[in-house]
């Protein structure tokens, strides 16, 4: 009977006892009521009246997978993006949302379409460092209810159509030419201001023609 008992006493105190890591919380329940957050280390629990859900602090890499996009001046392309959170509120994010890593990265799909859609396709070009900060303030914006904190959105892949890259590489390759032939056109009228000069030169001192 001693026995049983004593296996009865181990088995409460491995069931009562959590570590906790550094990196972790623990949010606990009490008969299905939230009670707060423990951790980190060690932690007792009320065997069978508590429960612990384990909720990481650590920064989440999440792609966000690549979708077809229209851009604002009607240009069909591929766009792929990363973004980068931390849960700041671990009882938001356990009470508040089913799944959040699903949410999120739901919600980073919408914005990232609906913002790109807002832009032309040189201005998403020229100004990507604009269109991540308007993207990582919106979606910071609905996750922030969830205990989430959104710290950066980057477009990593942006595909054009075949012949939208034809039609660049021919508009680039124009005004290269337009360039070379300005330079040239630069250089012509500086050596023809030289030898007016030195015709100038010459004509009020023959002697330098010698």
Same mark, same amino acid.
């Given at each position: 009977?001693?026995?049983?008992?004593?296996?009865?006493?181990?088995?409460?105190?491995?069931?009562?006892?959590?570590?906790?890591?550094?990196?972790?919380?623990?949010?606990?329940?009490?008969?299905?009521?939230?009670?707060?957050?423990?951790?980190?280390?060690?932690?007792?629990?009320?065997?069978?009246?508590?429960?612990?859900?384990?909720?990481?602090?650590?920064?989440?890499?999440?792609?966000?997978?690549?979708?077809?996009?229209?851009?604002?001046?009607? *240009?069909?392309?591929? !766009?792929?993006? #990363?973004?980068?959170? /931390?849960?700041? &509120?671990?009882?938001?994010? @356990?009470?508040?949302? $089913?799944?959040?890593?699903?949410?999120?990265?739901?919600?980073?799909?919408?914005?990232?379409?609906?913002?790109?859609?807002?832009?032309?396709?040189?201005?998403?070009?020229?100004?990507?460092?604009? *269109?991540?900060?308007? !993207?990582?303030? #919106?979606?910071?914006? /609905?996750?922030? &209810?969830?205990?989430?904190? @959104?710290?950066?959105? $980057?477009?990593?892949?942006?595909?054009?159509?075949?012949?939208?890259?034809?039609?660049?590489?021919?508009?680039?390759?124009?005004?290269?030419?337009?360039?070379?032939?300005?330079?040239?056109?630069?250089?012509?009228?500086?050596?023809?201001?030289?030898?007016?000069?030195?015709?100038?030169?010459?004509?009020?001192?023959?002697?330098?023609?010698?």
């Amino acid at each position: 009977m001693t026995y049983i008992i004593i296996l009865a006493v181990i088995i409460l105190l491995a069931l009562s006892l959590r570590v906790v890591k550094e990196y972790d919380r623990g949010v606990i329940f009490f008969l299905g009521k939230c009670t707060g957050v423990r951790g980190p280390g060690l932690i007792i629990l009320i065997p069978i009246l508590e429960q612990m859900t384990s909720v990481t602090l650590r920064t989440i890499t999440m792609n966000i997978p690549s979708q077809k996009i229209i851009t604002k001046d009607n *240009v069909s392309i591929d !766009i792929a993006a #990363v973004a980068y959170y /931390h849960i700041v &509120d671990p009882e938001k994010s @356990v009470v508040k949302i $089913e799944n959040v890593y699903n949410a999120v990265n739901q919600i980073s799909q919408t914005t990232v379409r609906n913002i790109v859609g807002q832009f032309k396709l040189d201005e998403l070009l020229s100004q990507t460092t604009d *269109v991540n900060v308007k !993207i990582k303030t #919106v979606i910071d914006k /609905h996750t922030e &209810d969830w205990g989430v904190q @959104v710290t950066a959105v $980057e477009i990593k892949d942006i595909i054009l159509p075949d012949n939208m890259q034809r039609a660049m590489a021919k508009e680039a390759e124009a005004e290269r030419e337009r360039r070379a032939k300005i330079v040239a056109a630069e250089g012509e009228m500086q050596a023809s201001a030289k030898l007016a000069e030195a015709a100038d030169i010459m004509e009020k001192h023959p002697v330098a023609l010698q």
